[in-house]
Structure formats: C-alpha cells, structure tokens
C-alpha cells in the first residue's frame, strides 16, 4: 500500500530556531499533499494544503509566514515553523493523496512530535 | 458544536467484546473515513467509505447517508485494538477533511 514518510520523528529546539518537517510519499505520486496539527488530547487540525508547485492554501487562523510550506516534488512537501515558540509545541502530521478527486484516500505519515524549549 | 461528533469519548471493554463506535456529522460530505491513531502518533487510515458498509478483517464500518451516520464495529475484540479510534468526513465539494476528536478505546485481557 501507499506509504508516507516523516523526518524526524521527534524534534526538540530552542524558542526562536526554526524547524524543517519533510514529508515524502514512498511509493507514489503524491498530487496533493496536507499538513496537520494536533494539540494532546485534542484531534487533528487542517493548517495548509499544498499541490505540487503552487502556493500552499492556508486555513484560517494558520500563519503562512511562521508555517513555510514548501511542496517541491509530487513526493516531497516540507514545513518549515519559522522561529518557534513553546507554544508551537505539537504533533505535526502530513498526509498525500494519489489525486485530485475528493474522495480519493488520503495516506497519512507517522507524525512529528515538535518540542519548544 | 462539532461538525463531526463521535461517541463515546473513551470505552473500555474486556477481550473478546463486540465494540461499536459512533460518529456523526453535520456537514455534506463526500466520504467518511475511519482512522486508527496509536498511542505514538501514527495514523493509519481503517477505511473510506460513501455508501453502505465495509469489512476488513475484525474491522466492519458502515455508514447510513441519509441520518447522517457511520459506525466502526470491532469483533473479537483484542489488546492491540487498543487506540484511539478517529471520524473524519471530506467535505463535499473540496478535499478537507473534518476530524471528530477521537475514542480512546482500551481493551483489557
């Protein structure tokens, strides 16, 4: 089946260090491709989608300065957290889909677990 | 209000048991689909379905598009099926999904 990278896992760093999240689509072509946050005990939250070569559409509420989204490659998107803050503490998680239609599966990553000192 | 609620919010069964979850939504969707999010983080996706019902192994999900209505049924139940249990609906007309907050379920031996 279809699967989705993170890198890293786990990052820890200092308030006002950014941090590069990179999400990859193993085995398939990854025409759209999503980034999630979510809070401990709270459930995920759309932040930006991204489509390979345009501009990444932010939710409402998302920062698109502080969030970099970068989607270089139909398997390769990143998410840069431009100085970080304690706050941006949270469990960051991609997903790709194979194309464009709605309903098509989304394939999600293992998530990455950001910690802000 | 959530546009997408699920219940209950935690569930404990003893091993074996029939275990049932429930999600409902609000807004117009495309599809629903059935996460699994264990207690590292990762998310695999269970199923996507729009109509009817669908079985995979112990895993049945079902969806009634007229109440506005899925549920995830476990058989058998085991220790691994320990998780937290997620809905999500796909807007109709675009890509996003809408994510209920998830059952925590946990099963005893």
């Known amino acids: 089946g279809a699967v989705v990278s993170q890198h890293p896992s786990w990052v820890i760093c200092k308030s006002g260090t950014s941090v590069k999240i990179e999400c990859r689509s193993l085995d398939f072509q990854a025409t759209t491709m999503f980034w999630y946050r979510q809070f401990p005990k709270q459930s995920l939250m759309l932040m930006a989608t991204s489509n390979e070569g345009s501009k990444a559409t932010y939710e409402q509420g998302v920062e698109k300065d502080k969030f970099l989204i970068n989607h270089a490659s139909l398997t390769l998107s990143t998410l840069t957290v431009t100085s970080a803050h304690p706050e941006d503490s949270s469990f960051y998680i991609c997903?790709?889909?194979?194309?464009?239609?709605?309903?098509?599966?989304?394939?999600f990553g293992p998530g990455t677990r950001l910690t802000v000192l | 209000k959530n546009e997408v609620e699920q219940s209950p919010q935690n569930l404990t069964a003893q091993e074996g048991e029939f275990i049932t979850i429930n999600c409902s939504y609000s807004v117009g969707i495309s599809a629903l689909h059935w996460l699994q999010q264990h207690p590292g983080g990762g998310i695999v996706s269970l199923f996507m379905?729009?109509?009817g019902k669908k079985k995979h192994g112990r895993l049945i999900a079902t969806i009634n598009i007229q109440e506005k209505h899925s549920s995830l049924h476990i058989t058998a139940s085991h220790p691994r099926d320990s998780a937290v249990y997620i809905c999500a609906a796909t807007n109709f007309g675009n890509e996003k999904l809408t994510f209920g907050t998830g059952t925590r379920l946990t099963i005893i031996p």
């Open positions: 997903s790709a889909s194979l194309g464009e239609d709605p309903t098509d599966t989304q394939y």
């Open positions: 379905l729009s109509s």
